[in-house]
């Protein structure tokens, strides 16, 4: 771990990543905001909150612990002392502001340096275009091909339309399953010739008849080869499997960014182009999906992300019910006598009303990713940053508002729908410094105690050995059960942006818990520092494109804090010191379209500036670069390139720049298509028209 602290910035991201090294920098922005928070409060608002007194004169009538003595509970109602908590605040608010501010002008120059210096890429020339409109005279990729020598006649190269091969990679994928288990039927053999392994036809072999296995095995792979075949085919040459969706690429960075950041059409509901994700990056699956289906799907996810988070508790209370001994024994009769046990009663009722509970928590990130897919994001970058922002909204309701206020989730939305919104932050107000004790505990238990895991790596570990034992039949099995895969944005930023929530609440109220955020983000900065290094793989490479999303939250924590204090000191009689607090949370609100405005197009575009100096630069130094014959099958998808296809049919080159091949018939002596018009092969044949542009 010391030699990992050693590693420059500049070699960290050449190692792992930009995405990776701003991850990490997340950990220096919370000790950079909550050490000299930490300092301040327990230097000025301790004492101030530890000689009110208040506390102590009601003993007999409350029941409290000595860190509530070290709160804003401690200060007797309508105290000048109050005065100090608003100073405070003021401080705290605009250093956490200076700190974003800095760091997001640094991350912002670090992502075009990034881009600047960052070697060749295919989606450095290339854009994703959707919702390409059908035309009755020629197919989509002939349409794609015409409308951009048309609009783009100096710098558009190339384009790869795409096939919906989702059938086709299903089957792939079944077939390397097979042939996984015929390596291990035979690497079975090989260890023991005398006796040939047999297995039975049914599911995962545990029913049917018995039969040789490697006959069978050999037998099923012969079969799938031929549905593959004859699925890929189909794909090629079906006109309904191409989508209205393409990856078109440019002769120069300065013609993609153009393309990329421009309207295309006076319909603005067709030809929208995008930057195109790295070849890696594109989650190829979504891309079959028609473009009017994926903002239903939003729509559809969005109420469903509502229900989860607010009403999650429903479906674990039903399993709980089940989860006891009553239940047990209702649906299984046979076991009441082993149940009847005293230790095994005394340890069911102990341990399995949390397990559903725990059990859900476990599987909710692999929930959320599975809803984000189904919105149809195309690239898996994105997927992660919306699986975090549904994961942080749920952190948000059932962790922080669900600690602090009690009741279930139906008392809880009862009890916000039926108040007025200006009651909303006193509500919550008056229960913040109650459950300080809580969140320090979370914060080690969690936090402390999550990192010292990632250390000994202990899940992962127990899920190989689960593996090792139940699925691992060839090295290749071991080797995918050893992967360590990457960090884990989903999972990750949510949990960091949920300690900043805390910190920035609690700093004014509580502040005797930002000693224990400060340990928790220079614990695992060290630790996850030296995890990147020697762990964990990069999967993809987005640029820091989720930094806006963090910085937006962590804004936003700011925010909440001020409106809890808010709704705290007016149940305080602290009437001539919180009219005053009225006008924070607007300035950071206006800070936050502020950094918008001023940070967040370098995370949207690329600059056009930057694109002509790496395109000169890049003329001059490579002045036979092949750039067609580099870009030419990056974006084909990767089901066709594992089965070794590299026909010209997969897309099309432009050979003459001042002619327009197309099918399209003159619209000036054409009056429409006839029936038995010429539909166009993949390749243009001497039949082709031409036209001068």
Known sequence: MPEALKMPESELIDHAGLDTVVYLRIYIVGLKIFVPLAVLACAILIPVNATGGTLVNLKKELVFSDIDKLSISNVQSGSQRFWAHLLMAYVFSAWTCFVLYTEYDKIASMRLHFLASQRRRADQF????????PDTDETISEHVDHFFRVNHPDHYLTHQVVYNANKLAKLVKKKEKLKNWLDYYQIKYSRHPEKRPTTKEGFLGLWGERVDAIDFYTAEIDTLVQKIAEERERVLKDPEAIMPVAFVSFNTRWGAAVCAQTQQSKNPTIWLTEWAPEPRDVY??????????????????????????????????????????????????????????????????????????????????????????IEGYAATSILERRAAAKYYYFMLVNVFLGSIITGTAFQQLHAFLHQSPTQIPKTIGVSIPMKATFFITYIMVDGWAGIAGEILRLKPLIIFHLKNMFLVKTEKDRENAMDPGSVGFPEALPQLQLYFLLGLVYA????????????????????????????????????????????????????????????????????????????????????????????????????LEEAMAKDTLERATEPNLNLKGYLSNSYLHPIFKSEGNEENEMGEWRDDDSLVLTKRHSKLNTPGASENSYIASPEYDEETYNYQV
């Open 508 to 607: 004014v109220i509580t502040p005797i818990l930002l000693p224990f955020i400060v340990i928790f983000f220079g614990f695992a900065y060290f630790v996850y520092r030296h995890q990147v290094i020697n762990v964990y793989n990069q999967e993809y490479e987005s640029v820091a494109a989720f930094w806006p999303h963090v910085h937006s939250r962590i804004v936003a924590a700011l925010v909440i804090s001020q409106l809890l204090l808010l709704g705290l000191l007016s149940t305080k009689k602290a009437a001539d010191s919180t009219p005053i607090l009225l006008a924070l949370p607007v300035l950071t609100i206006w800070f936050q379209r502020f950094c918008k405005s001023r940070f967040e197009p370098a995370f949207r575009r690329y600059p």
């Open 126 to 133: 290339t854009v994703l275009v959707r919702n390409v409109p």
């Open 284 to 373: 190829w699956s979504n891309l079959a999906i028609p473009f009017v289906a994926i903002a239903i799907r939003k729509l559809v996810m969005g109420v469903t992300l509502f229900f989860l988070v607010f009403f999650f508790m429903i479906p674990i209370a039903a399993v709980q019910s089940l989860a006891n001994l009553d239940g047990i024994e209702k649906v299984a009769p046979f076991l009441k006598s082993i149940i009847e046990v005293k230790i095994i009663k005394s340890f069911l009722q102990g341990f399995l009303p949390g397990l559903a509970l725990k059990i859900f928590l476990i599987i909710l990130p692999t929930i959320l990713m599975i809803m984000s897919k």
